[in-house]
């Protein structure tokens, strides 16, 4: 069973950085494609970034390209999402998810492939 756990969060003012960290335990975390989501209220959660097994190869969604950048430390069991120049259309609920199944070449952009999940860190930019 793969636990992962998110933390990084919080309330920031709009043009300002926030970096988000998941921790994982159990499982092989250096073979995993690695993501992160975020949701709001009312609507579909969102793809937001993922990483391929190496960190050789990674895709940001449109509305977060050139603002957040996905990373990982697998000596760390660690995924990272750098977020800058912060928007408030940017608050949600941040999920970090990984795919146990993809190869390593792979990065993962539909939701449903994830396999594990974390429980969310809170993130709101104000005005």
């Known amino acids: 069973q793969v636990q992962l756990v998110e933390s990084g969060g919080g309330l920031v003012q709009a043009g300002g950085s926030l970096r988000l960290s998941c921790a994982a335990s159990?499982?092989?975390?250096?073979?995993?494609?690695m993501g992160w989501f975020r949701q709001t209220p009312g609507k579909e959660r969102e793809f937001v970034a993922t990483i391929t097994w190496s960190g050789g190869r990674t895709y940001v969604a449109d509305s977060v390209k050139g603002r957040f950048t996905i990373s990982r430390d697998n000596a760390k069991n660690t995924v990272f999402l750098q977020m800058n120049s912060l928007k408030p259309e940017d608050t949600a609920v941040y999920y970090c998810a990984a795919d146990v199944n993809s190869g390593s070449s792979y990065y993962t952009v539909q939701e449903y492939k994830y396999d594990y999940w974390g429980q969310g860190t809170q993130v709101t930019v104000s005005s």
């Open positions: 159990g499982g092989t975390f250096s073979r995993y494609v």
